[in-house]
């Protein structure tokens, strides 16, 4: 749980409210959408791919990452749903920019 105080709310995040988050990792965060450096809360770096596997999520039209500990931190408060995450990348890299669920 957070707090409304917590200083990771101090970017302009309000548009994620409410949207469909996918889970990805940082190996295709570099390699689909390299200017996403950070995580959109509290700024942790997107790692090297090696040497470890690390849990992040995009919004569906790959505007921002966030982080796993943000994510967690942030899901009930934003409201976030999540896909499976199975074709986040696939749309995207046939050209089309996502799909939004929530229509």
């Known amino acids: ?34 200017e996403l450096k950070h995580c959109i809360f509290c700024w942790k ?15 569906q039209d790959k505007s921002c990452a966030v982080c796993e500990e943000c994510y967690n931190d942030f899901c009930t408060a934003f409201g976030w749903k999540t896909t499976d995450g199975w074709d986040t990348w696939d749309a995207w890299e046939y050209g089309n920019k996502g799909v939004n669920h929530n229509e």
């Open 1 to 34: 749980m957070t707090e409304p105080d917590d200083w990771r709310l101090l970017n302009d995040v309000e548009y994620l409210r409410g949207i469909w988050m996918e889970p990805t990792d940082a190996a295709d965060l570099r390699k689909y959408k390299p």
């Open 45 to 59: 770096q997107v790692p090297e791919p090696k040497p470890f596997w690390q849990q992040w999520y995009v919004p």
